[in-house]
Each structure stands twice: as structure tokens, then as C-alpha cells.
């Protein structure tokens, strides 16, 4: 499993809790690794909300996540990761225009 959190020092204030992104290879890795630490589906952040799929998690989950293995992201690997993800997206759409097979992994949860 490749999961992925924002270096302690990246993250950015939501009242009095400070938050970072969560992310992962695969969409089923990001909620197993959700599930794990006990975040709620429904902070889920899917590609009907956001530009790369992601849970924004407060610093005790981070911590969590860390413990079971996630690896701390730079901004470097972070927009790596986005760019893999956006392109893994793009061909979805076309492969799902196109009516080819598409792998699970690859599938929102939503179905969309």
C-alpha cells in the first residue's frame, strides 16, 4: 500500500487544527488507509471536488497514517503524484468514452 501525507510543516489551519493532504496510488489504498486511522468517508475529496483525489486530515491522523506506513510528501513528490493521478484520470475518461475495459482500481467510487 502507497499512501502519502504532507510534511508536518506544509499543512495550513482550519480553526485551531492544523490539516495536510492525504493521498495514495490508487483510490481503494486511500480509503483502506482512511479506514485504518478512522477518518470518515465523508471527508473524502473526489474528483467532483477537487483536482486530485485526497483527504484532508488534522496532524493526530497524519501522525497515525505515518505510523502505518504513509510516506511524508515534499511539494515535489506531491505534484508528482498529482500530475500521475490527473494523467491516470485523463485516459480513464477517454478509455471510458472509447468503451474499453476499465480496471477497478481506476473506478470512483461513485461509478463516475
Not at 502507497?2 to 495536510?20: E, F, I, N, P
Not at 467532483?48 to 505515518?66: F, T
Request: net charge positive.
Amino acid at each position: 500500500m502507497t499512501v502519502y501525507v504532507d510534511l508536518h510543516q506544509t499543512g495550513w489551519r482550519v480553526g485551531r487544527m492544523k490539516m495536510c493532504h492525504m493521498m495514495a496510488d490508487t483510490e481503494d489504498e486511500l480509503h483502506a488507509m482512511a479506514d485504518k486511522i478512522g477518518v470518515n468517508r465523508r471527508h473524502f475529496q473526489g474528483w467532483d471536488k477537487a483536482s486530485c483525489v485526497h483527504y484532508d486530515i488534522c496532524l493526530a491522523k497524519r501522525a497515525l497514517a505515518v505510523s502505518f506506513g504513509a510516506i511524508e510528501m515534499d511539494k515535489y513528490l506531491r505534484s508528482t503524484l498529482y500530475r500521475k493521478l490527473r494523467a491516470e484520470r485523463v485516459q480513464y475518461l477517454k478509455d471510458q468514452q472509447n468503451g474499453n475495459q476499465i480496471p477497478n482500481s481506476f473506478k470512483h467510487p461513485s461509478g463516475s
